[in-house]
């Protein structure tokens, strides 16, 4: 089987997390910001994924399969917060929320 | 009895601390009971101790008892013990007794003062620091001593605190002193590091094995501690704190600044004499300085016209001769001096005070006058205190002692016909300036009406003092008057006797004339000037050098002048120029700088998630960043 060169998989990857970083930083909505760093964890799991294609471990895939627990756990976590978020302030905007300043 | 002999001090300390937490409460009997019974309990037990340590069968003639360990660090131990031998003793008796007719003076005499038990618990607290001095076994609680009754000095001379001039007068006499006792200290320091003990006794057994005569570590510890005798007891260069002194209640001058504490530096130098004689140009500054003092001071008493200045500065001066006599190695005609000028000293003081009363707190003399037929008792025993401190022949107790220290400064090996005719002309100055005083207060026509008399109290210390200014020297006479030399036989165990190389009863006879003579002389220079013809003192203080000369010695040669424009003036520039303390601007600086950061750096803190996160990815490109290309 041809495989796929650990390059490219490896510069999906970067790119993937590049993309959700920036959507991290210039999003204002905090559901596009969880969404975003769904994507870098994502990015990630593929960066294992394709290093242990690379050289044939199964480590790779196990760890893709803890980072998509963790995924979940903060998911639901993040949405908790999203949620509270919205009943106090009435609104999503991430930059509303900012009453902790020093 | 000896077993009691810490009680001696103890019983003053004790009589301070009920008067200190109590005092206030307690009526004026009460007080004056504590306050004088507490000095007369330890003076009955001075007297027994001294009657049994006499008449005890001892050889070596030394008792010492040692209650506990004070501190104990490696080799360090001193101990809280009380060491008496005949120079204690002597010391004990004259500081105990003195102090029981002043106490007994001062419960009369202060009685309308709002501050009475404030004034007796300071009185009782110097009692026993100046006991403790006295009877002290080491050299450290002999220090300890030295301060307590420094610390009492201060108190009491600005005892009537609400006259800031008082105050000033009293940090003045505490920063002067402290100059000697600073030297003092580091000469303490010194023995120890060099001898391994600081037990006096030791020290001077020790120094006399392991030093050479004349050995550098020999003059540098006898140089400090003279430093500090020197500041405790009003010689040059450091004598400009006792005139200032007399701002304390009459009754502090005599027991401090006349009778007791000034000359705790006598004592010291008489209990340390091993040191000093190991090294003989110690021992002569020593001699120098008080032949210089002595003068200097004589000269200042002539031309004050406060009647308790001319008592401060005549004190300066006799202590002047105690150090003569300590510096030609007459150790014991010191110690013999020290006893009967406390005596007379303490008594002329104390008459003074009678009549500052009764003149209601006039000092000046010549607003005086005429106070004989005024104040009869008074007057009686002031001039037998001035007789005595004049050294008048043969009646006077001043004249024994005043008369050993100028034998002995003309015959001993160390003395030199210099220091002899220095004392001469100080006893020449001593008489014209003490009737001087008598003259211009007891004599002349009375400018005031005076209707004070003195109460039984204060009567029976003039009376007693006087006894004991005539009486005392006859413990000591020269051999021209039979030689019974009963005090320095006393002292012999204590202190060696004097190295005599010249002179034989003829000489001594010839001196004791001159003396006399001298004396006398200076009663009628007294006489002549300032009462049968005061125009010739007047015109003659009129005068240009004569007035010059008159304003130079009322201001003590200038000393103050002097030391004001040397030390207080640079250091008071020093203080302003420093005021924001430059050792400080650099914590300040710290403390500034820290809140500038602070400032900057919640500044970022700005509630902003997204900034939070630019700042993570930042911070986590640039960790990786470094890990991967460095």
């Known amino acids: 089987m041809p495989a796929v060169p650990m390059e490219h998989g490896l510069f999906l990857a970067a790119l993937l997390f590049a993309l959700g970083l920036i959507g991290v930083l210039v999003r204002r909505n905090v559901i596009f910001i969880l969404m975003s760093i769904e994507i870098m964890l994502n990015a990630a799991g593929l960066a294992f994924v394709v290093a242990g294609s690379r050289w044939a471990q199964v480590d790779g895939q196990v760890m893709f399969v803890f980072i998509l627990a963790v995924a979940a756990a903060e998911v639901s976590v993040g949405l908790a917060l999203v949620l509270q978020l919205y009943r106090h302030l009435q609104t999503l905007d991430i930059d509303a929320a900012s009453k902790m300043r020093g | ?630």
């Not at chain 2, 057994?205 to 500090?228: F, K």
């Not at chain 2, 200014?469 to 051999?479: D, F, K, M, R, Y």
């Not at chain 2, 009863?505 to 009462?531: D, K, M, N, P, W």
């Open chain 2, 1 to 630: 009895m000896l077993e009691w002999l810490w009680l001696i001090p103890a019983l003053p300390f004790a009589g301070y601390v009920v008067l200190a937490l109590a005092g206030a409460r307690l009526s004026r009997t009460i007080v004056a009971s504590v306050g004088v019974g507490s000095v007369g309990l330890s003076t009955a037990l001075a007297l027994a101790t001294g009657f049994s340590f006499i008449t005890s069968p001892q050889s070596n003639h030394v008792y010492s008892q040692t209650l506990w360990t004070w501190i104990s660090v490696g080799n360090f131990t001193p101990t809280i013990a009380f060491y008496l031998d005949p120079l204690s003793l002597v010391m004990t008796l004259v500081v105990t007794f003195v102090s029981f007719f002043i106490h007994l003076y001062s419960s009369e005499f202060m009685i309308g003062d709002e501050g009475y038990s404030r004034f007796f618990a300071y009185m009782n607290l110097f009692v026993g620091s100046m006991l403790t001095l006295v009877l002290a076994d080491n050299l450290l609680l002999l220090y300890l001593g030295w301060e307590g009754v420094g610390l009492c000095s201060y108190l009491l001379i600005g005892f009537w605190y609400q006259d800031p001039s008082n105050g000033r007068a009293a940090r003045k006499a505490f920063i002067v002193t402290r100059v000697g006792d600073t030297a003092f200290a580091i000469g303490l320091f010194l023995l120890f590091t060099h001898l391994g003990t600081l037990q006096i006794q030791e020290v001077m057994q020790r120094a006399a094995q392991q030093w050479p005569m004349s050995s550098p570590l020999a003059v540098a510890a006898a140089a400090l501690l003279l430093g500090g005798a020197v500041g405790k007891s009003a010689q040059l260069p450091l004598q400009t704190w006792l005139p200032d002194a007399m701002a304390g209640p009459t009754p502090v001058s005599a027991l401090i600044h006349a009778a007791t504490m000034v000359t705790a530096g006598v004592y010291l130098i008489a209990r340390t004499h091993v040191l000093f004689s190991l090294a003989p140009a110690v021992q002569l500054t020593v001699a120098g300085i008080g032949a210089a003092t002595l003068l200097l001071a004589g000269f200042s008493a002539l031309s004050q016209r406060d009647i308790k200045r001319v008592l401060a500065y005549s004190t300066i001066s006799q202590i002047g001769y105690m150090f003569l006599a300590l510096g030609v190695g007459a150790w014991s005609a010191a110690i013999f001096h020290l006893m009967t000028h406390a005596f007379f000293k303490a008594l002329l003081f104390l008459a003074a005070g009678v009549v500052i009363l009764a003149m209601h707190e006039e000092h000046d003399m010549l607003k005086m006058g005429g106070l004989r037929r005024r104040l009869p008792l008074t007057f009686w025993t002031f001039l037998i205190g001035a007789a005595s401190l004049s050294a008048l022949p043969l009646v006077t107790a001043g004249f024994y002692s005043k008369d050993l220290i100028l034998w002995s400064a003309w015959s001993s090996s160390s003395g030199s016909t210099w220091l002899w005719v220095a004392g001469l002309v100080g006893a020449l100055l001593t008489s014209v300036y003490t009737f001087r005083m008598v003259f211009l207060t007891f004599f002349g026509e009375a400018k005031h009406d005076v209707t004070y008399r003195p109460g039984n109290r204060m009567r029976l210390t003039l009376i007693v003092l006087a006894t004991l200014s005539l009486i005392a020297g006859l413990v000591e006479l020269p051999h021209t008057l039979g030689g019974r030399a009963y005090f320095s036989e006393f002292m012999a165990s204590a202190l060696p006797a004097l190295d005599y190389v010249r002179g034989d009863t003829r000489a001594e006879l010839i001196l004791q004339i001159v003396a006399g003579a001298v004396s006398v002389a200076g009663i009628y220079l007294a006489y002549l000037f300032f009462l049968r013809r005061r125009a010739i003192a007047e015109s003659l203080a009129r005068s240009s050098v004569g007035a010059a000369l008159d304003r130079f010695w009322f201001a003590g040669w200038g000393f103050d002048w002097l030391y004001k424009k040397l030390f207080v003036g640079p250091y008071v520039w020093l203080a302003r120029v420093n005021k924001d303390d430059f050792i400080d601007s650099i914590y300040d600086g710290i403390a500034k700088l820290n809140e500038v950061l602070y400032r900057a750096l919640s500044v970022t803190e700005s509630g902003k998630v997204r900034w939070y996160m630019t700042g993570i990815a930042f911070g986590a490109i640039v960790a990786i960043a470094i890990a991967v290309f460095l």
